[in-house]
């Protein structure tokens, strides 16, 4: 007898201290949870609403009915608030396990104790880890970015190595422009604008590049210019551009010519910010994307 009521009391003990807390999730789609603060009634006319960011778990203590509405009784932070049970997830499996809770806890005020005891140890747990998780998160994080980073940055260096091979092998009168081309105005069809990229195929920063150009007509005769009274147009474009990087210019109203059929670029002058210069005749277009 004594034996048997001795299995009772532990197996009484042992399910009160392993009774599971009920705490509740804010269902999906909820951004804020609305929440009530009352130390009275929770029908009472002067009740207080708030909204509480829906990313937090809650501890339940129990579940009251207001008008025809039902609501679970919360705590969260050290205070009571009241919220209709139908925002949380699984709002009904919420309710059978409160259930369960108020058996072995009948009386609020120990329920509460409860809750109060073993969720604070159970939400420190979470909390912890939490910034476990994140902390490896970032980690990894990091491990990603800086992976990503030796990537791009190997790839960036086997282009460039092998671009300089190329430019190397083809030299500057056959790199330095990528592509260019000329263009009447819509309304002023005897004005025209250039527009120039270029490519830096040296080892040095370029500083200022300038380029010469020579207008003809459809017989290959010189296109005089309006304002110059010459067919040859220098026109220049500044810096900085690095070694195997590109640059772009557009330049207006280079020449105003009735007569004017055709332009060609004669002429690059490179300068350089040691002030060293360099001039390639009869430059070749090169597409180095």
């Known amino acids: 007898m004594r034996f048997s009521l001795l ?3 532990l197996i009484c003990f042992t399910n009160l201290f392993s009774q ?3 705490i509740g999730k804010p269902a999906a789609g909820i951004g ?9 009634s929770l029908c009472e006319s002067s009740i207080d609403k708030t909204d509480i960011v829906a990313d937090s778990l809650f501890l339940i203590l129990d579940e009251v009915k207001c008008r025809q509405f ?3 009784k919360l705590l969260y932070k050290g205070r009571i608030y009241f919220a209709k049970n139908t925002q949380f997830y ?3 499996n919420l309710s059978e396990d409160l ?3 108020k058996l072995y806890f009948p009386d609020l005020n ?3 104790e409860f809750v109060i005891t073993k969720g604070k140890s159970y939400l420190d747990s979470i909390s912890a880890l939490f910034i476990k998780n994140k902390n490896l998160k970032d980690s990894l994080d990091k491990v990603r970015t800086d992976s990503l980073l030796i990537i791009e940055k190997s790839k960036r260096d086997s282009t460039l ?3 300089r091979v190329l430019v190397d092998k083809l030299g500057p009168r056959r790199t330095i422009i990528s592509n260019w081309q000329f263009s009447s105005k819509k309304y002023l069809n005897d004005i025209y604008d250039i527009s120039i990229n270029v490519f830096n195929p040296f080892k040095k920063k370029i500083k200022y590049i300038s380029f010469v150009f020579y207008a003809y007509n459809p017989v290959d005769d010189p296109a005089i210019d309006f304002w110059t009274k010459s067919h040859i147009k220098t026109v220049r474009g500044v810096g900085p551009i690095e070694p195997l990087e590109s640059g772009a210019y557009f330049f207006e109203n280079v020449y105003r010519s009735s007569s004017l059929s055709t332009i060609k670029l004669k002429t690059v002058v490179v300068t350089f910010f040691d002030s060293t210069s360099i001039t390639i005749s009869n430059p070749i277009e090169w597409d180095v994307y």
């Open 70 to 72: 039902d609501f679970f």
């Open 32 to 40: 804020s949870l609305v929440v009530f603060m009352t130390r009275d």
């Open 161 to 163: 190595k092998a671009t």
């Open 90 to 92: 699984k709002h009904l």
């Open 7 to 9: 299995i009772f009391f």
């Open 110 to 112: 120990e329920r509460t």
């Open 20 to 22: 599971k807390l009920v």
């Open 99 to 101: 259930a369960n809770l």
